[in-house]
């Protein structure tokens, strides 16, 4: 009880080993203490997260490398910053105007295209500072930037002008495709039932996948992924030859039938006969996909 | 919903099923299986440079569907 109270208190004679217990101590209590402030990454970080994180760290590392200092008030003072910090976090998600308070506002330094002088004098911001963040996020020009804004962090925020914005698959009138969640079904030779749940998937199907790509037993698998566009990735503990690989066939062919539906449906709703008999071919098509694929995939379906 | 939009979403999948075709080629498949697949991938780019063709004329055509004179 003497050795644990010095320990706490401090004592000039301390050993090794209890500066061993400290450390031990003070990295569950500051791993409990980050969990409480939140999880963020660095970059996140505002000027207060940061100097709170120092403190922190300077209370902590005073208190670990002498063994005179006692070592219970930086546990008090470190759980008394946290403890504040975190009733302030929870304050600003009631009150958007207390959160402006204490994170501070984002200053919009560019609008429409022109530098705000005002802005950039209150974030104390320079013309050269922002040029480097500008050019950072590949705006090496003023004229191609529409918006930029700085953010509580500290970091700027680039919208560049339209024109000088990435072509994206919307604007080229590409489709997407469908989604799925990418989650893993077996991890280590076990079945991940509560994520196959999730993806609407059956135990069944998946061993049926398995099976098609010559997995007969669960053993063998390290991990099998469903990937977003509803193909089965198997990686097994055989490193040689490639990786597996299978399409989620019954969902193929749920893709196929619905577009039949889907094309007759188009048919029966429009009033142009060339675009009538267009769907109406479509619909056909694509029944005789679902049809031909369902004759091939006949044992590899549920 | 629109009629543009609903055959993009048509396009879409007609995409997504042209992906899973071509994975499934790219996979061992069976040989005997590689004809039914590569007829059917062929049926579904038709379809899907069709309907393209077709959604360039109902956005053509658009401020009349949107006046409900065309469907």
Same mark, same amino acid.
């Not at chain 1, 959160?99 to 984002?106: F, K, M, T």
């Not at chain 1, 020009?141 to 994206?168: C, I, W, Y």
């Not at chain 2, 994975?23 to 590689?34: G, N, V, Y």
């Given at each position: ?302 | ?18 992906? !899973?075709?071509? @994975? $499934? #080629?790219?996979?061992?498949?069976? /040989? ?10 062929? =049926?579904?780019? !038709?379809?899907? @440079? $069709? #309907?393209?063709?077709?959604?360039? /004329? ?10 409900? =004179?065309?469907?």
């Amino acid at each position: 009880m003497n050795y644990l109270e010095a320990v706490f208190n401090g004592n000039p004679n301390l050993g090794p080993f209890a500066l061993v217990l400290r450390g031990l101590l003070a990295y569950i209590v500051l791993n409990v203490l980050v969990r409480l402030m939140g999880q963020r990454e660095v970059q996140q970080l505002t000027a207060v997260d940061f100097v709170v994180g120092i403190t922190i760290g300077s209370i902590f590392a005073a208190a670990l490398a002498d063994p005179k200092t006692a070592f219970w008030p930086a546990i008090i003072a470190t759980s008394t910053i946290v403890g504040v910090k975190s009733l302030v976090a929870f304050l600003g998600l009631k009150n958007q105007r207390f959160a402006r308070l204490a994170s501070g506002e984002p200053i919009t330094l560019i609008k429409d295209g022109k530098v705000q002088e005002a802005a950039m004098r209150k974030g104390r911001v320079t013309m050269d500072s922002l040029m480097e963040q500008l050019r950072k996020r590949k705006a090496f020009n003023l004229a191609d930037v529409e918006f930029a804004v700085l953010e509580p962090s500290g970091s700027v925020t680039v919208m560049k002008k339209r024109e000088h914005q990435p072509v994206t698959k919307k604007d080229l009138h590409v489709g997407l495709g469908c989604s799925w969640y990418p989650a893993f079904l077996v991890k280590e030779g076990q079945i991940l039932h509560d994520n196959l749940r999730e993806v609407g998937l059956s135990e069944a199907w998946l061993q049926n996948q398995l099976g098609s790509m010559g997995v007969t037993d669960l053993d063998e698998v390290f991990v099998a992924q469903l990937s977003t566009t509803g193909s089965l990735y198997v990686d097994t503990y055989e490193d040689e030859g490639p990786m597996k690989k299978s399409i989620a066939k019954d969902l193929v062919l749920s893709k196929a039938q619905k577009l039949s539906g889907d094309f007759a449906l188009y048919a029966e709703g429009t009033y142009d006969p060339e675009a009538k008999a267009m769907y109406e071919r479509m619909s056909r098509q694509a029944r005789h996909v679902y049809t031909s694929l369902a004759h091939i995939w006949a044992d590899k379906v549920d | 919903m629109t009629v543009i939009k609903k055959l993009r979403k048509a396009l879409n999948t007609l995409e997504g099923l042209e992906a !899973d075709l071509v @994975s $499934e #080629l790219d996979i061992a498949t069976a /040989e005997q299986d590689k004809p039914t697949i590569e007829s059917s991938l062929k =049926q579904v780019r !038709d379809m899907y @440079s $069709e #309907l393209s063709r077709r959604i360039g /004329e109902v956005e053509a055509a658009e401020p009349q569907y949107e006046r409900g =004179q065309l469907r």
